[in-house]
């Protein structure tokens, strides 16, 4: 939630000129994205909006998230579409930094999702992962296994500050998920990150999807695991069954899970319990007292990460097994 | 630069059914205003200001700020239009706060404003004042004499961290504007915040003035005085006598300056000069480091005022005598 970057009218303007935009009439940092600065601009056309990629982007990941969107959009799903540049780039630079221009969805998204959005966000996904055969560019999963391994060793130290035991405990999951991660699972390009706040409704349609800034190649059955675990649990905690059947059955009413990714949905849900446990760890660690950042508890997937372990059968998350 | 409130699609769907207000589209926190959150909404007629008043604005302050805007658009100033409810009522409620729908006014501030477009401040400064005439409420002024002693109070013990002599000589300034503060000047309805981020421009055409939220009572040449100190010095600390010429010159082109007002024009810059130190001063000492809101430099007011201080004449800010 913030913008980094201020940017004047004249650069902007002079920015601009590079694309067929119409002209512009506003332009407004919004509060949204945590890893770049965005702005939302009026046009005497379409409204679009302006992202700056901060540091924490790795420069040579933009032409794959950039290039993602556009080969989704070209493929029919509803995500931000890149305006080109008039020389046909879709990556340009303001106040030194790379810069893309993307359409503006209309669209909210859902701070209170009910199951029958579970079932649209789970469709989406399926969606997604079947528009993305084809896209040319790959890039490997920063956040598995060993980027896992190596965030747990920045914070293993401290861990048993936020609850006794932490220690031990999370070194054992590591262990476990490192011999018995699944391999030969049917992959493709993920999301990695469709949270409720990267997903638009418009009422009960959903409207689309966006933040594509994490997607790398890697199983897709794993992508589910996130959905589950960003949509199917309550605030209390407790696992929500009805929300899971309306996000298994939307996602395998477009592409159905093989028996193996099936079987493979409570560990996978453990890794990716694990992944967002371990970087809000992380952050929880490192960010001083007083910034005006939300720190996202850990303890959170701590709890999910737990829950699944003990899962014994899939029929819990709500799929006939 | 801060959202403070997150809504809820469902609450604010709600809010809006008291409201002609089209269906809502989308609605995103926007980077602006420092005491308040502010959205911007798009629907299926024009696009809408939100705001939730947070704890830092006094409720019993509102109906004037809102009144305000709704007296001054009506004189064909342009500034939000705040947006009746189907009872009548300018203020609604909406997560536990107060809340107001305006329309949005396109248009960009100017990061990099040129003496042209200070002669346009001027001139709405000055139809602001003429429009404001004739409004039913008044509020004091709560930044002048006795607020900036109060302020100084706070700040005062820790005044020599920043610059050493500095106690001193703010002590003194402080006892010099009470004993020679001007009192019988015309007075009415002021801004008393017309900064730059606060005047949007399409191109070179002054598209509007936002965010009231200081507005009060007080001497309008002090008003003057304001916008002689956010508008008319360059970011090394020169005045730019140029810009000075042009804003008086647009001011005056609507509502020429008193002789006593002219005369006056140093005093009054001094005590506005002072303001916004003491403001600055405060926040300086009072923020916590690390913090991501950013700390305006007291000190470029320090050598505003020590500026203004050295005028002999009202010739030396542009206007002649």
Excluded at 41 to 53: D, S, V
Excluded at 58 to 79: E, Q, T, V
Excluded at 261 to 270: D, F, H, V
Aim: one cysteine or more; hydrophobic letters at 45%.
């Amino acid at each position: 939630m913030a913008v980094y970057t201020d940017i004047s009218e004249d650069d902007l303007r002079e920015f601009l000129t590079a694309y067929d935009a119409g002209e512009l009439t506003s332009y407004k940092g919004i509060a949204e994205g945590v890893e770049n600065s965005n702005f939302l601009l009026h046009t005497t056309r379409a409204p679009l909006i302006l992202t700056l990629y901060e540091k924490r982007v790795d420069r040579n990941d933009l032409p794959f998230f950039i290039g993602l969107m556009h080969h989704l959009a070209d493929r029919g799903l509803s995500c931000p579409l890149p305006l080109p540049r008039h020389d046909g780039q879709l990556l340009g630079e303001l106040s030194g930094r790379p810069a893309a221009l993307v359409s503006f969805l209309e669209g909210m998204w859902l701070r209170k999702p009910a199951a029958r959005h579970c079932r649209e966000v789970g469709r989406a996904l399926a969606e997604m992962h079947v528009a993305g055969e084809g896209f040319a560019l790959t890039r490997r999963n920063a956040l598995s296994l060993d980027g896992w391994q190596q965030l747990w060793e920045k914070s293993e130290g401290r861990a048993d500050e936020v609850e006794a035991g932490l220690q031990g405990e999370i070194r054992a999951e590591l262990e476990f998920l490192a011999a018995n991660w699944p391999k030969n699972l049917p992959a493709g390009i993920i999301h990695a990150d469709l949270f409720p706040d990267n997903v638009f409704f418009l009422g009960d349609r959903l409207s689309g999807l966006i933040d594509f800034y994490f997607a790398c190649n890697d199983l897709l059955a794993y992508d589910v695991s996130i959905c589950l675990n960003a949509w199917c649990f309550e605030k209390d905690g407790a696992y929500n069954v009805t929300k899971g059947v309306a996000l298994l059955e939307g996602y395998e009413s477009v592409r159905p899970l093989d028996e193996a990714e099936a079987a493979a949905l409570p560990i996978l849900s453990r890794g990716s319990a694990l992944r967002f446990f371990l970087t809000r760890l992380y952050d929880w660690l490192t960010t001083p007292e007083g910034a005006l950042v939300v720190k996202k508890d850990p303890l959170e997937y701590l709890r999910k990460l737990r829950f699944h372990r003990q899962i014994a059968s899939v029929a819990e998350y709500g799929r006939a097994g």
